[in-house]
Each structure stands twice: as structure tokens, then as C-alpha cells.
């Protein structure tokens, strides 16, 4: 089962009783080996101000919040690499709200620290994480330009942004409607053209924020096609929508388990023949996670055991011993790998520095 129609994915993911049991048998008979995968990170946010105000999030700050981080300095960053580094992490994920330096205060900031805007600093600190440690930088801050991109490439092993969904209409529905970052439209060719650019690339989609299973079908598709152009998406993650107390959706019905399962074989049946690894977060998921192995997940993403997720602040990481009883028992081997996928791990995809800094750290 290869190269799925918008029919065949609908199909899965309206499945129930005999027919989900045949599609996991499917699942089973396609994968190749019993290893799951995770990279043991570092989560670094250098702002909390985005223009984004997505009816899910809790990441993002009021620049008036005394508690909030309008701009870490680079002796902040550095001391938290360092600790990671004595930690044995080897990915140093690189957040911050979409075009923070809207922001006057972000951007009277940046000005204090001697940058015109935020992609500046951001190649800096990657710059200086290649320089002083033996970490890899891994940027997710939302679309960037083609130009921002091409600066970011040369410093960053990998990238990511989340797609969430394809469909326009949820831009009318609470999760973006005061989200203009949020455009799929624009979304869509930030991803292309970090395939242009050769950027190895991580996106997803967010289940449960009010998509009809047409649009998660639509989603997936629109990875596919643009993965089958570039090559470059090393992981798709599947990311359930988790309410929490604050948010302005903290009563949305978070998406069923079922839904979930279903839309992960959804995703590993389509990208089976692409070497595209199908992500599930395992702190979003820690009563469920040993269920989306038997699925076709085989890659935890990004754990770390310095840093919470500042992104899902209320839903902490297992520890990396926990994480591999969860796949053992499961009769999955747990492997550590780096935030770049051994398949662009070659000139083709970085540069010198960046294959140096790989083939040269611990």
C-alpha cells in the first residue's frame, strides 16, 4: 500500500473493528525493523513574543509579563548549552514566537544587543553553538523567507515548523483566528522552500483543533507532494491537541485516542516508501504512547532532561529510561539519533562546519 488517494486515507481513518485491525496488520507487514528513535535536545526558548495568538497555546507571553523572556542574552544561552553539553544532549532546539521582532520591546532588544531583527540573532547564537560546543542547532520559529532561510541553512543541521493543517477554514475557528502566521498558504512555502534550499526538515499536524478528516487527509497529501518534490521532510509528526487550564480553548474536546491511531497508520502507510519518519510526542501521550509504536511511529522527537517543553509547559518529558521501558516492553529497541537524519548527513545536504561539528563531537 504506497502512494495512498485522498479516498484510501479517508478510508483509514474512518476505519473501525475489522478494517483497523487490517490496517495495522498492514503496518506490521511493511516495517523493516524494531527501532524507535529519539534525540536528546535541549529546548531553548530565546523569546515568548509572537504576533501569533493561537486559541491553543500557552507558550506565548504579554510583553507587559514581568515573568516573560523578551530576548535571552548570548551568556544566558551559552551557560544553558554548556549544561546540556555536561547532559550528553546533542540538539539544541532553537524556539521563539513568530515574528517576535515585530515587538517594539523585542525590538529595542535586539538593538541593545547590536541586530537589526530576530533571523540576524538567530544565525548568531546557532553560529556561536557550532563555535563553543558540540551541539547542533535545530531552528523552529515559525515561516521564514526564502532569504531568511538561506542564512538560517548554513548554520542550522536541520529545521522545522508544523504545518498543523492545510485547510483555510480553520482560520476561522478559534485556534487561528488571530493567528496570521497560522496561513497554510504561507506555511506551505516556507516548507517548499526549505526543500528549494536542501534544508532537512521536520513538520506535522495538529489533531483536534477543529479539522474535518478530509482536511487531515488534504494535510498529509500536501506534505507528500511537496516531500516527492524536495526530499527533505526527515519526519512527520502527528501532534493531538491537549487542553489545558488558561488557554482560550482549555474547554475544547481534546481528539479521541481512536482518532489518533488512526490518523498515525494514516500517516506511516503514506510516507512508508519515502523514509519519512512518523512522530508521536510521548509527553502528550504518556498513558497511550506504546499504542502509536504498534501504529507506525518509530521516533519519540526531541526529549530532553534539562528542559521542559516550553511549548506543552504542563505535560513533562518521560526520562530517557523511562522513554525505553515504554518501548521495550512494547518489543521496540530504543536508539538515540542526532536532529539531522543519517541519510543528509552528507555534502549534498551541509556544509563543512556542520559535518565537522557531526563527525567530530561525542
Known sequence: MSNLTKEEILAILNATDKDLEKYMLEVAKYRENNLITYSKNIFIPLTEICRNDCGYCNFKKNPDDPEAIILKTKEEILTELKEAEEHGC?????TFGEDADEDEIVQLR?????????????????QMTLDETSLLPHTNGGNFSYESLEKLKEVNASMGLMLENSSKRLMELPAHKKSPGKNPELRLETISNAGKLKIPYTTGILIGIGETKEEIADSLLAIKEINDEYGHIQ????????PIPGIEMENWPKPS??????????AYLLFKDSDVSIQVPPNLNRDTAQIFLLCGADDWGGVSPVSPDFVN???PWPEIDELNELTKDAKFELTERLC??????????????LLKNIFNSP
Open 110 to 126: 535586539l538593538k541593545e544587543f547590536g541586530y537589526d531583527n530576530m533571523v540576524d540573532y538567530i544565525v548568531d547564537i546557532c
Open 257 to 266: 485516542l481512536l482518532d489518533m491511531v488512526r490518523t498515525v497508520i494514516a
Open 340 to 353: 539531522v537524519y543519517d541519510k543528509y548527513i552528507n555534502d549534498e545536504w551541509l556544509n563543512k562546519k
Open 235 to 242: 519526519e512527520v509528526i502527528i501532534q493531538n491537541f491537549t
Open 90 to 94: 546533542k540538539e539544541a532546539l532553537f
Open 313 to 315: 509547559i504542563t505535560s
